[in-house]
């Protein structure tokens, strides 16, 4: 799923999220700075333009919009505008990243697979792939027909998560009402759909894809797995 008109609010509506806990996550498994890093699912870049501390690094998004604004943020990344799924790449990488539930918009297992069979690929041996993804408690909890509200200056979302037809899925129905310089608010809507899986499944299909699970936490804890968590984390070495 692309962001369309959204990209331009993005990083306004995303400032709360833990980009540093990404951060110390991959520094924690990445001690190398001359590695290739390629970050899948990056958006506007934000923390692609952090992780250049720990080696050479690349963007790589569905959305051209998103991509836009990552080449203002830092020109000197290579960004790519490419499909997970479908990965037509230069060269192989020490470490590829998938954060902030990116993988959760592949919403078919065999698609999953079809990521992790990717990745492999362009993968250096003994390359590392670091995600994260929804947990299934999160799913029917926190997204489970509830919705928010999200207020700045310059914009109100409302924003539904409404409970898919397949288990664990959410679609996100969100309107964006945006004030214009006349002082009058312009409406744009945007839907997204996710889903995840037992982290059973994301090890076995890793496992398929010619991986070994290293190391599987819960939310930013590197020391903790917990069902109950909302967010679960796979270390994966080729």
């Known amino acids: 799923m692309a962001y369309d008109r959204m990209s331009d609010y993005y990083d306004l509506l995303t400032n709360d999220q833990p980009y540093d806990k990404w951060k110390e996550i991959v520094g924690h498994y990445v001690v190398n700075p001359t590695n290739e890093i390629l970050d899948i699912g990056c958006g506007t870049g934000r923390l ?3 992780l250049t501390e720990f080696g050479h690094v690349s963007g790589l998004d569905l959305s051209e919009d ?4 990552a080449e203002k943020r830092n020109p000197d990344i290579k960004w790519y505008c490419q499909d997970m799924r479908d990965l037509d790449l230069p060269q192989q990488y020490d470490v590829i990243t998938i954060f902030c539930d990116s993988l959760n918009y592949v919403t078919d297992p065999e698609d999953v697979l079809q990521v992790f069979n990717y990745v492999n690929q362009y993968l250096k041996d003994d390359g590392l792939l670091i995600f994260d993804v929804h947990s299934i ?3 029917n909890h926190q ?3 509830q919705n928010y509200i999200d207020e700045t200056e310059q914009l109100m979302l ?3 998560a409404i409970s898919g037809d397949e288990p664990n899925s959410v679609y996100h129905q969100m309107s964006f009402f945006v004030e214009r310089e006349d002082g009058l608010y312009e409406r ?4 997204h759909y996710q889903c995840t899986y037992e982290p059973s499944l994301y090890k076995q299909l890793l496992e398929f894809a010619g991986f070994e699970v290293k190391h ?3 939310d930013f804890d590197i020391n903790t797995f917990d069902e109950n968590g909302d967010r679960h984390f796979f270390v994966a070495q080729k």
């Open 48 to 50: 692609t333009a952090q």
């Open 66 to 69: 998103m991509l836009n604004i």
């Open 137 to 139: 408690n999160k799913m």
């Open 143 to 145: 997204f489970n027909n």
């Open 158 to 160: 409302t924003w539904q």
């Open 188 to 191: 744009f809507d945007e839907e």
């Open 216 to 218: 599987t936490f819960t």
